[in-house]
């Protein structure tokens, strides 16, 4: 990820107390991360910058939605996401960025790109397992769900028939287990 001026916070120049900024979140920029999980997005990012005497803090928001397919049936469908974060920005002698919550930058740092905590807070917003909302209250109809169902009948049926041809040899030697 090459550093773009679009998320560039210069904090220098700014007085002590809260300033808001706010960004729109496209495909564009998770094309700049090489992250191709999404066939597009929506998302607006909120950032609240406090500025204290001695260190910065940051709370970051998002709203929006995000194109991805079923993990069912690969339909694809409008996922909405939201969250947030909150960091610590210190100084100190040199870059640390070790903890998720603290971020330290040297001394005679004058701005903060903010672009690797908005892609992390995003990405990970979005659930493990993406289920199309047709499929939670049974308004989706794809072929892949009527094959899902008549595979499933199928297979309760021929446990059905497994039962029912067992040897009743078995039952006598089942019978020898249960009299101890």
């Given amino acids: 990820m090459k ?10 120049g700014l007085k002590l107390g809260k300033h808001p900024f706010e960004f729109q979140i496209n495909q564009a920029f998770f094309e700049k991360f090489e992250y191709h999980e999404y ?9 609240i910058l406090e500025k204290k005497s001695t260190m910065l803090e940051l709370s970051f928001k998002h709203k929006g ?7 069912l049936t690969n339909e694809i469908f409008d996922l909405p996401i939201k969250g947030k974060i909150n960091l ?18 040297p001394h005679g740092e004058h701005q903060i790109d903010i672009a ?18 047709g499929i939670k209250d049974g308004t989706l109809q794809t072929k892949a769900l009527q ?19 067992i040897d009743p040899r078995w039952d006598k030697l089942k019978q020898l287990l249960t009299d101890k």
């Fill in 65 to 71: 939605t995000v194109t991805v397919p079923c993990d």
């Fill in 116 to 133: 690797q905590y908005i892609y992390e807070m995003i990405v990970l917003s979005v659930p493990l397992k993406r289920i199309h909302p």
């Fill in 3 to 12: 550093v773009t001026n679009e998320f560039l916070i210069p904090f220098i």
């Fill in 39 to 47: 066939e597009n997005c929506a998302i607006q990012v909120n950032v």
């Fill in 88 to 105: 610590v920005v210190t100084f100190g002698e040199e870059f640390n960025d070790d903890n998720e919550e603290l971020l330290v930058l």
């Fill in 147 to 165: 094959k899902l169902s008549e595979l499933t009948i199928k297979e309760q049926k021929l446990e059905n028939k497994k039962e029912e041809n």
